[in-house]
T-cell receptor, first 116, second 112 residues
Framework: AQSVAQPEDQVNVAEGNPLTVKCTYS??????LFWYVQYPNRGLQFLLK??????LVKGSYGFEAEFNKSQTSFHLNKPSALVSDSALYFC??????????????FGKGTHLIIQP | DTAVSQTPKYLVTQMGNDKSIKCEQNLGHDTMYWYKQDSKKFLKIMFS???????INETVPNRFSPKSPDKAHLNLHINSLELGDSAVYFC???????????FGPGTRLLVL
């Protein structure tokens, strides 16, 4: 069975500072990895994904993430945080080839709070 | 021009009732999903469906059933609603099973 761990319930960062939201995963075979963001009372918005290729992936709103196979991690980064980045962030994984129509397995989410 | 839409947005009902939530996607995707988000914001897959297979999460009670009248719709029927069914239900879709899933705005279900 696959799983995702987001070890921090909350991350606090001052505006303008770099931010990192951590994610580690467990899946058999090659993973497909995703980051989503959820604003209060809203649906999930896709930020970025890793399927194959370059380990550093760039996504929406200046976010990027690095796939590290040896550490089974997919941490989300942004060089300079904005107050508007404050939201709930989810890391998700699904099994790569052979995964069929399986849905995503989500981490428990990390609240990102950017302080002015 | 909403990509994935759900109706209703809010649903308040009594225990024991039967209700449905509708989902439509206009992205031309071939796979659709239902997720449940509980009060602690945990997200869990309930169903995945494309024209070849239906995958049911084994933890989902059989009171829940997905119905797909066509490729653009995947509705969720819930029989004999229970208090524990109160949650936000999200529909999603993707093109090919490995691609990005796009989520609807959610349906907030409250069972009294």
């Amino acid at each position: 069975a696959q799983s995702v761990a987001q070890p921090e319930d909350q991350v606090n960062v001052a505006e303008g500072n770099p931010l990192t939201v951590k994610c580690t995963y467990s899946v058999s075979g090659n993973p497909y990895l995703f980051w989503y963001v959820q604003y209060p009372n809203r649906g999930l918005q896709f930020l970025l994904k890793y399927i194959t290729g370059d380990n550093l992936v760039k996504g929406s709103y200046g976010f990027e993430a690095e796939f590290n196979k040896s550490q089974t991690s997919f941490h989300l980064n942004k060089p300079s945080a904005l107050v508007s980045d404050s939201a709930l962030y989810f890391c998700a994984v699904k099994k790569g080839s052979g995964g069929g129509a399986d849905g995503l397995t989500f981490g428990k989410g990390t609240h990102l709070i950017i302080q002015p | 021009d909403t990509a994935v839409s759900q109706t209703p947005k809010y649903l308040v009902t009594q225990m024991g009732n039967d209700k449905s939530i509708k989902c439509e996607q206009n992205l031309g995707h071939d796979t659709m999903y239902w997720y449940k988000q509980d009060s602690k914001k945990f997200l869990k897959i309930m169903f995945s469906y494309n024209n070849k297979e239906l995958i049911i999460n084994e933890t989902v009670p059989n009171r829940f059933s997905p119905k797909s009248p066509d490729k653009a719709h995947l509705n969720l029927h819930i029989n004999s609603l229970e208090l524990g069914d109160s949650a936000v239900y999200f529909c999603a879709s993707s093109q090919l099973v490995q691609e990005t899933q796009y989520f609807g705005p959610g349906t907030r279900l409250l069972v009294l």
